[in-house]
């Protein structure tokens, strides 16, 4: 290989990854593994190869960032010793030392647990996943060496774990929103990239301070339980962390992790994750700053929608989004997704149809304890639509508004309400207004439906829907065919060998809202893990009222926690629900009248305000009890005013209490 390919003076082609990280990677190894028999000339040989593609790492030229980064320090660690060459090794380590820093922009892990790649693709489940095994690799191998890293950053690493990687782990698997084209890979599922990254946290562990190395064990002890259930074994893990990891399940001082609710707005790479009693619900969005989706090297050619507010559902189901569903999956109607139907091109190898950066900014949300806020303003890549979508987690439910639907492109607008793949005979229950609608439904219509529930795949993974306005409803119950090599093209696409056909039930369900809409609008509810009679329950007497659904504002209150949720669309002021704002704006309040006490959090869902918003609430306080620094109150009384300075936020919830003047009362 060293004399007809691989040269110390040839020329990459092809995948630029390959030569630079693929083939080093493999050498590295080898090299070392093959060390006692090699002379220092045949290592420096290989070396040489290696250091004309890679290039001089201390060299300005050198740019790559995160789990590339990584990989590449860990190849040159390998070679440092194989080389007994102190300055190379020292070079990787402050090579290094980039990856431990935060980012505000591009590539790497963002203060609120984001993770980016490629500039503009969420990626922990994927580039997260590598960079996470990298890491842990490095930081063992260097261990109390001459070369451990040493730079304050150092410590990032741990809450990459705890606030990175931790709230995308679901069960043992990496939920696919954060796993970009890798979604598409047969052989590397949800579980897989969940694996990875277990073994560089296992990795991390073995270095750590005792009682931190003592959570991270509990961590990958949790998800191990779900991947052993799931037919994973001990030994696909790395082959000296196998026997360690089962001594840590084994061993009754390592607590397994809680499985805790909790909402999440990872705003750096526009992603939502509410994780429920028992359930966990996301939204992919995109903005100036997140890409659609991607398509490189003929992966992911049907991405089209998936930044576009899909919406993933995860329970008990553990085999939903694995398996053949993204072979056999509508990519046309995706759950949470609003789209002008149209002819997309799939055809490509690199360029993907839509692969971009929209116009909007407004993609983000806030959190108050367990609750969260998100939405987007949409502007669909390669259309002229427009939407405001906005996600409502409360406790057990989820509440999906949509309005200012507008397009004319003289084409159909629908948003999907659901696409869930069923159990493989189709036998799973589906009842609309109390009438059963099972086996194959090839097309439906429903006028002005209340509820519909769901009998999930496994036990306790049932789902309800509550409808709140009086639109109709599309429906299909049918089979849905693909092949992995629809979605995984040769170079060029059309010598890509066809393989197996695969076949799936799907329950689809959507809302038409014709050919150029106008204001156009939609109301619904899931109830994750509901039955039929807590669903219909829940329709006849609901906990949430609409308090707004507009281009301007849309709002809801939860009535038994009293929670309310506002997304302000507009830089004018707009005002629902007694709540005033002067500039676009996500805001949860919560009020305690057992405790006397207002929880109110905000945050700039466009990451863009370098000024403040204003915010007035038709409610009168007695006093301030905490506080962000940057929130600023101006009145107290008759109403509430507040200015939240947001510049440099990137989107961070902001949150201040307040105690209630009928306390003082």
């Known amino acids: 290989m060293l004399d007809e390919l691989y040269t110390d003076s040839g020329s990459e082609f092809g995948n630029w990854w390959n030569w630079d990280i693929g083939v080093p990677n493999r050498l590295a190894d080898i090299l070392i593994l093959m060390y006692d ?25 050198f740019t790559q960032t995160g789990a590339n980064r990584s990989d590449i320090m860990l190849i040159q660690i390998r070679m440092g010793l194989v080389e007994h060459n102190y300055d190379r090794l020292i070079q990787a380590r402050d090579g290094m030392s980039e990856l431990f820093q935060y980012t505000a922009a591009g590539d790497g892990f963002y203060e609120d647990g984001s993770y980016v790649q490629h500039s503009t693709i969420a990626y922990t489940g994927s580039y997260g996943e590598v960079l996470i095994q990298g890491m842990g690799n490095l930081l063992f191998l260097l261990n109390g060496s001459t070369w451990e890293p040493v730079v304050p950053g150092v410590n990032n690493v741990y809450r990459w774990i705890g606030e990175g990687f931790a709230p995308i782990l679901y069960k043992g698997q990496a939920i696919d929103m954060t796993r970009g084209r890798a979604i598409v890979r047969p052989a590397a599922d949800a579980y897989y990239s969940g ?16 009682e931190l190395s003592l959570r991270l064990k509990g961590l990958v002890k949790y998800h191990i339980g779900y991947q052993l259930s799931q037919g994973a074994s001990y030994y696909q893990f790395p082959l000296d962390l196998a026997d360690t990891i089962r001594q840590w399940v084994d061993d009754p001082a390592v607590v397994p992790a809680a499985d805790i609710q909790a909402h999440y707005e990872l705003n750096g790479m526009a992603r939502s994750v509410h994780r429920g009693e028992d359930f966990l ?5 995109s903005s100036k700053r997140i890409a659609t989706y991607e398509l490189t090297n003929g992966e992911n050619p049907k991405g089209w929608y998936t930044g576009d507010g899909m919406t993933y559902l995860y329970n008990r189901d553990l085999s939903q989004y694995t398996g053949s569903f993204w072979a056999t999956v509508n990519w046309s109607r995706l759950p949470g997704t609003t789209v002008v139907s149209r002819p997309r091109n799939a055809g490509d190898y690199q360029n993907g149809d839509g692969e971009a950066v929209p116009l909007n900014a407004w993609a983000g949300g806030t959190t108050l304890d367990t609750f969260g806020a998100t939405g987007m303003k949409l502007i669909q890549n390669g259309t002229q639509m427009q939407a405001r979508k906005s996600w409502f987690a409360f406790d057990n439910e989820i509440v999906a508004l949509g309005a200012g639907i507008t397009s004319t492109d003289n084409l159909p607008v629908e948003t999907v309400i659901e696409q869930r793949k069923l159990k493989e005979d189709n036998s799973n229950s589906f ?36 409808f709140q306005d009086d639109s109709s409803i599309r429906l299909t119950r049918q089979v849905q065919e693909g092949r992995w090599s629809d979605i995984n093209l040769s170079n060029p696409p059309s010598s890509t060998t066809p393989t197996g056909l695969l076949q799936n039930y799907f329950l689809t369900m959507w809302m038409d809202h014709g050919s150029n809409p106008v204001d156009s609008r ?60 002067n500039k676009p704006a996500s805001v949860l309040i919560r009020n305690n009248a057992d405790a006397g006490t207002i929880k109110l959090a ?10 403040y918003i204003e915010l007035e609430l038709d409610t009168e306080a007695a006093g301030i009890l905490s506080k962000d620094d940057r929130i600023e109150v101006t009145q107290l009384s008759p109403k509430l005013k507040l200015k939240i300075h947001t510049a440099g936020t990137l989107g961070r919830t902001m949150l201040i209490t307040l105690q209630t003047a009928s306390a003082n009362k």
Do not use: C
């Open 522 to 581: 939609y109301e619904y509810m899931i109830l994750p893990n509901a039955s039929r009679q807590a669903t219909e329950a829940y329709a006849d007497s609901p906990d949430v009222t609409i308090l707004a659904n507009s281009p301007a504002v849309q709002a809801v209150r939860e009535n038994t926690l009293n929670v309310a949720g506002y997304n302000f669309w507009t830089d004018t002021l707009t005002s629902a629900g007694g709540v005033t704002s």
């Open 281 to 285: 619900f996301g939204v992919s969005k």
């Open 195 to 210: 694996r990875n990254i277990l073994a560089g946290i296992a990795r991390i562990a073995q270095t750590s301070p005792p």
């Open 431 to 466: 009842v609309l207004d109390g009438e059963a609608l099972n086996g194959n439904i090839p097309g439906q219509e429903i006028e002005n439906p209340s509820w519909a529930y769901l009998e999930g795949n496994a036990a306790d993974s049932n789902i309800g829907y509550v």
């Open 602 to 611: 905000v945050s700039d869902p466009t990451l863009e305000n370098q000024g």
């Open 37 to 61: 028999e090699l002379a220092p000339e045949q290592i420096l040989r290989n070396t040489a190869s290696i250091d004309h593609y890679i290039g001089d790492i201390t060299a300005p030229s």
